[in-house]
């Protein structure tokens, strides 16, 4: 099946079908950037939105940016990058305005909010993955509407997400949603930048994340947006991946959800809906799907793709390079041969190891460790296919 399909099939795929919503927003779209205030009629307006799909019996999260776009004004922090200490006073002052912003608004519907604030590392770590998908779980059944942002005030530079497309698409892994809307600035995803070439054409429709659709991908815009087309493309790999449907759409027109209820052209906006091609995995393989700070990669051959694409283990025999620095048990990529992803897994040996055993048989593992583990170097019950 191609990459991309034609818009008469993307006519089908409507906000409306969703059971569990996550709503990613961005700062350019939730803050004046001239001014470092809040779009107040815009963020009702998005309120309102999720006030219906609410009253229809869909499930909404919020997945916020803002806190340190906000903040800086208010800090004196303004016309030159910041530090990352001065980022972490920034989200301190922004995150409290943010969070009373989005209570006041949706109070409007009677709806209440609750703030989560996540690092890279909570997510990593299988215990602390489990404690928030639960918390997340518990105030989406007591009726709340969970307002989600990194952490910044306390993440360092080696466990922030950098942005939230890709803290997003792990929410919408970590509670099993099933789509996942990007607002952007831009309406979806192009052949090529439409903002540099007047003959690219909007894609509706991807179901494979292909070389040729992630070489898309262009430059992040100029302003407050830490992300940019190529981290959209990285969420779309770890919702897809958990078997949830995204969409990148044009954030900045008043109600940009309801804008994705019809399909395009019959009401609907202009938008890339991506659609996984398989059903969600189990929550240990989702967990493993979105891990974003791999240990290393292991190369593998022609024959060890199509043993995976099969279902089987990943053994000594398929690897023939390994990259970076590991320890058992943590996470790795896999690639073929071409260099492209084709998995992601938990290894059984170290690094060191890996490069001692590749290209050997199983049965040979005693006699070059001088011990015997698994005879597998990542485990099918252990490995997601990307």
């Not at 608004?105 to 602390?128: C, F, K, P």
């Not at 306390?154 to 892994?173: M, Y």
């Not at 190891?353 to 040979?364: F, T």
Request: proline letters at 4%; charged letters at 25%; glycine letters at 10%.
């Amino acid at each position: 099946m191609s990459a991309a399909q034609d818009s008469d099939t993307a006519d089908i795929v409507t906000l409306r079908s969703a059971r569990r919503l996550i709503v990613k927003i961005g700062s350019a779209l939730l803050v004046d950037e001239s001014t470092g205030r809040i779009r107040r009629d815009w963020l009702d307006a998005l309120a309102d939105d999720v006030a219906i799909c609410r009253a229809r019996g869909q499930e909404v999260l919020i997945v916020s940016s803002g806190a340190v776009a906000v903040g800086r004004e208010h800090l004196g922090l303004v016309g030159r990058p910041l530090r990352l200490e001065e980022k972490q006073a920034a989200a301190a002052t922004g995150q409290i305005r943010l969070a009373h912003a989005y209570q006041e608004t949706l109070a409007r519907h009677d709806i209440t909010v609750a703030q989560v604030l996540l690092t890279l590392e909570d997510t990593e770590d299988r215990r602390r993955h489990l404690n928030g998908r639960n918390t997340l779980e518990t105030l989406l059944r007591l009726g709340a509407v969970p307002v989600i942002n990194e952490n910044d005030t306390v993440a360092t530079a080696e466990i922030r997400f950098g942005d939230n497309d890709r803290l997003a698409a792990r929410v919408a892994q970590m509670t099993s949603a099933d789509t996942l809307v990007l607002l952007s600035d831009i309406d979806g995803l192009y052949t090529a930048d439409p903002r540099r070439d007047p003959g690219a054409t909007l894609i509706p429709l991807v179901r494979e994340l292909t070389p040729e659709i992630e070489g898309m991908a262009g430059e992040p815009p100029p302003g407050y947006s830490s992300g940019g087309m190529v981290t959209k493309i990285a969420a779309a790999r770890i919702a897809m991946s958990a078997g949830c449907r995204m969409v990148i759409a044009k954030g900045k027109r008043m109600n940009p959800l309801a804008a994705l209820e019809a399909p395009p052209g019959q009401g609907g906006a202009d938008c890339t809906w991506f659609i996984p091609s398989h059903e969600p995995v189990s929550a240990r393989k989702r967990w493993i799907a979105g891990h974003l700070n791999a240990g290393g990669a292991l190369v593998i051959d022609a024959g060890a793709v199509a043993a995976l694409l099969r279902g089987t283990s990943l053994l000594p025999k398929g690897v023939t390079a390994v990259e970076g620095d590991f320890e058992r048990g943590d996470p790795v990529i896999v690639r073929g041969p071409d260099g492209r992803e084709v998995a992601r897994g938990l290894v059984a040996y170290s690094a060191e190891d890996v490069r001692r055993l590749r290209g050997c048989h199983s049965a040979e593992i005693v006699e070059i460790l001088g011990w015997r583990g698994r005879d597998e170097i990542v485990h099918r019950d252990d490995l997601v296919l990307s």
